[in-house]
């Protein structure tokens, strides 16, 4: 079975481009998750989707996050303009239900780097 | 606010040793804790850990809950060269959905 797949695996991009990171979940699954990985502040939750309906966003840091689910199969997240502090590991993840009792599965993540 | 405290936050080990890595936590309204394997790219999952007490175990790794001390542990026998990764604990709680991951133990297994 596929597991989730996110794109571009890496992300290299000058200060105050648009960049927007691609996720698709495991067929079936309702529940997504975009994270931010660094190594200060280690893994943290930037927004879950349940049902393609965005339920928490409390952990966007700002305005200049956003994140969509049109469908399903097909989430992304996009940082504009982005900036250096925004560089880091982004993984998606996603999980059959809603709860905390169901394991979250990881995508492989996108390396982002803002020059 | 939820707190996961993993420790230690590495380790050096040679293959054949055992090892055991722990997380304590803080949150409301318990519901589970997981672990996770992360070596260069996605933490995959290795236990879930709902009720205190239970072993749960996989092959060399194993892991336990104690409710009532608010940990657990995560315990590899007979280490080899391919178990060195990140090790992270998450726990959920409080809102139905949200886990909170704990920083990781980088554990690195010498041949």
């Known amino acids: 079975d596929a597991g989730v797949i996110q794109s571009p695996r890496h992300e290299v991009t000058e200060m105050g481009q648009e960049v927007t990171l691609r996720c698709k979940p495991i067929s079936g699954h309702n529940s997504l998750f975009w994270y931010r990985q660094t190594m200060m502040r280690g893994l943290e939750l930037l927004i879950y989707?349940?049902?393609?309906?965005?339920?928490?966003d409390s952990g966007m840091p700002e305005d200049r996050f956003s994140a969509k689910m049109p469908n399903a199969s097909f989430s992304t997240l996009k940082i504009q303009p982005s900036e250096p502090r925004d560089s880091a590991v982004y993984f998606c993840a996603s999980s059959l239900g809603s709860g905390s009792h169901q394991p979250q599965h990881f995508g492989d993540g996108t390396r982002l780097s803002i020059l | 606010e939820d707190k996961v405290v993993q420790s230690p936050l590495s380790l050096v080990v040679h293959e054949g040793d055992t090892v055991t890595l722990n997380c304590s936590y803080e949150v409301t309204n318990f519901r589970s804790l997981l672990w996770y394997k992360q070596e260069k790219k996605a933490p995959t999952f290795l236990f879930m850990l709902?009720?205190?007490?239970i072993e749960k175990k996989s092959g060399r790794l194993s892991s336990i809950l104690d409710k009532k001390e608010l940990s657990s542990i995560l315990n590899i026998t007979a280490t080899q060269t391919g178990d060195s990764a990140i090790y992270l604990c998450?726990?959920?709680?409080?809102?139905?959905?949200?886990?909170?991951f704990g920083k990781g133990t980088l554990l690195t297994v010498n041949p």
């Open positions: 709902t009720s205190s007490g």
């Open positions: 998450a726990v959920g709680g409080g809102s139905n959905y949200k886990l909170t």
């Open positions: 989707f349940n049902n393609n309906v965005p339920i928490d």
